[in-house]
Nanobody
Framework: QVQLVESGGGLVQPGGSLRLSCAAS????????MGWYRQAPGKQRDLVAT??????VNYVDSKGRFTISRDNAKNTVHLQMNSLKPEDTAVYYC??????????????WGQGTQVTVSS
């Protein structure tokens, strides 16, 4: 079992920045992929960004505003969000995916952290 604890959410004005953190209960070197998802009210949970244990990153629709990074020494993954817009308002969830075999993987979620972008 892997516990993920997010932090860093809050209220920010449009154009502002936030840095989300996700602390894992195990060494993140053993986690194949970690990522951030977000869910706005009444909408599905969408992928924001992922990072593999090899350091490969993938972003969805952030247009250079978001940066995902990992600190292996602290077992933490960060999401730096700049130039925030009201449409970025959502609950942001941390995700960890471990490949157990060619046909099996384990997936874990944090409890989420609220990000509200409003003036």
């Amino acid at each position: 079992q892997v516990q993920l604890v997010e932090s860093g959410g809050g209220l920010v004005q449009p154009g502002g920045s936030l840095r989300l953190s996700c602390a894992a209960s195990i060494s993140i070197v053993t986690i194949d992929t970690m990522g951030w998802y977000r869910q706005a009210p009444g909408k599905q949970r969408d992928l924001v960004a992922t990072i593999t244990n090899g350091g490969s990153v993938n972003y969805v629709d952030s247009k250079g505003r978001f940066t995902i990074s990992r600190d292996n020494a602290k077992n933490t993954v960060h999401l730096q969000m700049n130039s925030l817009k009201p449409e970025d308002t959502a609950v942001y969830y941390c995700n960890a995916r471990i490949i157990r075999s060619s046909s099996t993987r384990s997936e874990y979620w944090g409890q989420g952290t609220q990000v509200t972008v409003s003036s």
